[in-house]
């Protein structure tokens, strides 16, 4: 997903997270279970929020 983003030219990435999905703190490193990536992004004026979760199986 990050690289169709960066291959827009209106896109500007406001921020990409990675953080626990029951705590919401940040990840850094190896992931080992489930987490939250929350992505915020503007399309020229309009900034687009969006939140995946991540499940390791």
Same mark, same amino acid.
Do not use: F
């Given at each position: 997903? @990050? =690289?169709?983003?960066?291959?827009?030219? @209106?896109?500007?990435?406001?921020? /990409?997270?990675? /953080?626990? =999905?029951?705590?919401?703190? =940040?990840?850094? $490193?190896?992931? &080992?279970? &489930? /987490? @939250?990536?929350?992505?915020? /992004?503007?399309? $020229?004026? &309009?900034?687009?929020?969006?939140?995946?979760?991540?499940?390791? =199986?």
């Amino acid at each position: 997903m @990050l =690289s169709c983003i960066i291959q827009e030219p @209106l896109a500007k990435i406001d921020y /990409v997270e990675v /953080v626990d =999905s029951e705590d919401l703190h =940040s990840i850094y $490193g190896e992931i &080992t279970h &489930t /987490v @939250l990536i929350p992505i915020a /992004v503007y399309i $020229g004026k &309009t900034r687009l929020i969006d939140n995946i979760i991540y499940e390791i =199986s």
